[in-house]
């Protein structure tokens, strides 16, 4: 850390100089802007205009002939969240079927495109402007998303509505998009102060917004789960009684309604409902004693009972999830300003 003097200029006004190595690396001379802004703790930042039609990262992955599929994936991801805007793929010498598929499938979970593809390379290209995005309200689309993959999950089970299951399935694709480009965004402003000012985010706000997209993330996750299991159970539909499809019923709506209310309490910065939200995830687990009642005879019974146990298991982590949501509130309520 560099220590400087401040200096007095006529008779109100206080100055310090500007490290000129900062300067050159930021191409600064006299009569640019640059901006200030002043943190919780008494701190100020200063940085330049940063301009986002100038940044152009670029990465070259080489990829083996024999690489796994998902390890490309996890690559390209990585290399998204970090925000690179043209990422390379170079095969030693041709992609294979599978390599081809694997990478049209991550994109499509990825604000990219394929803007070049040859049989040995494949050139994606990010399409987002980050300085034109909004961390806030991309949280709130992708909470739009799945509390209406949550009210689905109570329709279907109440009517056994196949069709309505698997469109929540589909679903989890446009919640994984908005999750990626979220933290991309959060990534990037952490390492530029200049698109945290532009996206009105300080650095907790970056942590914190990180775990609430997480969560809602792994809500979205439960939800999918939950759609597959009523699926392979609906053939069984006749076997389970009503009390106990009723139980899970009541647990379901009880858990998306806490959930909702956590991401609501969040934006309002309510304290209101979060102890109510984190008891009750402590308690739901006394809720599977109705599933007693299931038989556990043949092997099919044995399978609806697993089914059962599955989707209150991820009932329960629903109810997890929000109560985690309520902790961040709590400690963001009590941030210094």
Sequence with gaps: MERRKISTLGKYSL?????????????????DDVFLKIQGDGSLVIHPEYNFNEKQNEVVLPININEDVKMIQRRIIGCYLNGYDKI???????????????????????YMR????????????????????????????????????????????????????????????????????L????????????????LHVSMSDCFDYHLLINRIEYVADCL?????SVIMLHEHRSLIS??????????????????????????????????????YADQITFLDSTLQMLPF??????????????????????????ADISEIIIDRHYTPN
């Design 15 to 31: 100055i310090v100089t500007l490290p000129k190595d900062w300067t050159k690396m930021n191409k600064l001379q006299g009569g």
């Design 88 to 110: 390379v793929l170079k095969s030693v010498k041709n992609f294979t079927r599978e390599q081809q598929d694997g990478i049209r499938s991550i994109v499509k979970s990825l």
């Design 114 to 181: 394929i803007y070049e593809s040859h049989a040995h390379q494949v050139t994606l290209q990010a399409f987002m402007d980050e300085s034109l995005a909004s961390v806030t309200s991309g949280i709130e689309r992708m909470h739009i998303i799945t509390s209406s993959m949550a009210k689905d999950v109570i329709t279907y089970l109440r009517d056994w509505d196949v069709d309505l299951a698997y469109s929540v399935i589909s679903l989890e694709e446009d919640v994984d998009q908005f999750m990626f480009f």
């Design 183 to 198: 933290t991309r965004l959060l990534r990037t402003a952490v390492n530029n102060p200049s698109l945290a000012s532009k």
């Design 224 to 228: 999918t789960s939950i759609a597959e």
């Design 242 to 279: 009503e009390t106990v499809l009723q139980s899970l019923i009541n647990a379901a709506t009880k858990s998306f309604k806490f959930y909702n209310l956590a991401v609501d309490a969040f934006f309002s910065d309510s304290l209101e409902d979060v102890g109510e939200i984190i008891d």
């Design 297 to 322: 005879r043949g092997e099919t019974e044995k399978q609806i009972v697993i089914l059962c146990y599955s989707i209150l298991e991820n009932i329960i982590h629903i109810s997890n999830h929000s």
